[in-house]
């Protein structure tokens, strides 16, 4: 059927949803009777050069990322699909959003009362912890120096806690990143409140190397288009209603934001 033995996969976005990733990569397996191993990606994948080297057949990768790196090497990654979610705030399309969170406990009530206070995000190359805040504060013209203070924390789940415990007043966060942890830590819920969302955003695809052929990813588009009973229900755990098919194109906006944001450094 193919000269592929093997299938060599990463995943860029939150390690809380590994477990849906890895589902997906062995259904992948055996629906084409090929191995697939994955990995949780380590650094950004714009600084990774397993990617660089093309030595990655899929990848579950942000849109945003994903656009820069199409800029800088094209015709080697091919969006394949992206998860539809079931809450009714996705409207059924393959979307995400970016939930301002802060504690509960605090006085704040709008995103104008972040004002002079501590804010935590997760990667500057992200969408939703980082691009989506740039583009408010640019479209509502707010100063550059908006913030009192801006600390990294390296990822959503640790951004999450910090506001949590104090150590920063408020995150951005991917909505399905923060709805599946407090699925997973129910707890927090009480101690954490939504002031603001941004977005709409183009939900992270799925993408596949080019150099695999149309056969092979024409096997696994359809594959995940109509998944099985037991990848559905990993979906299902994870709140997945279904997988959409979605072109590069779709990714662009993000780039144009990226590009806006050049006007405000929160870093």
């Not at 969170?101 to 997760?122: E, R």
């Not at 927090?188 to 955003?201: A, D, N, Q, Y």
């Not at 009973?229 to 934001?257: D, H, P, S, T």
């Amino acid at each position: 059927m193919t000269r592929y033995k093997g299938l060599r996969t990463i995943s860029y976005l939150a390690p809380n949803w590994l477990g849906f990733y890895q589902a997906i990569a062995a259904y992948l397996g055996r629906v084409l009777g090929i191995e697939t191993q994955l990995e949780q990606g380590e650094c950004d994948p714009l600084e990774d050069p397993l990617l660089f080297q093309d030595q990655l057949d899929l990848a579950f990768i942000c849109g945003l990322p994903l656009i820069r790196y199409s800029q800088i090497v094209s015709n080697q990654l091919q969006t394949l699909v992206a998860p539809v979610l079931q809450s009714s705030r996705y409207g059924n399309c393959p979307i995400y959003y970016a939930d301002v969170i802060v504690n509960a406990d605090s006085n704040i009530k709008k995103f104008a009362d972040l004002l002079g206070k501590t804010f935590c995000y997760n990667d500057p190359g992200s969408n939703s912890g980082y691009n989506l805040l740039c583009h408010r504060l640019i479209q509502e013209q707010y100063p550059h120096n908006f913030f009192g203070k801006t600390i990294k924390s390296g990822f959503h789940q640790r951004s999450i806690r910090w506001v949590v415990e104090g150590l920063a007043d408020c995150a951005a966060i991917d909505s399905v990143v923060l709805e599946q942890e407090l699925n997973d830590f129910p707890e927090l819920s009480k101690h954490l409140r939504v002031v603001e969302v941004l977005g709409p955003s183009p939900m992270p695809p799925l993408v596949v190397a080019q150099r695999l052929g149309i056969s092979l990813i024409q096997q696994m588009q359809l594959a995940l288009l109509q998944p099985d009973a037991e990848l559905q229900r990993v979906m299902e755990k994870f709140g997945v209603r279904r997988f959409a098919a979605v072109k590069l194109e779709n990714y662009q906006i993000l780039n144009k934001i990226y590009h806006d944001r050049s006007f405000v450094n929160l870093s």
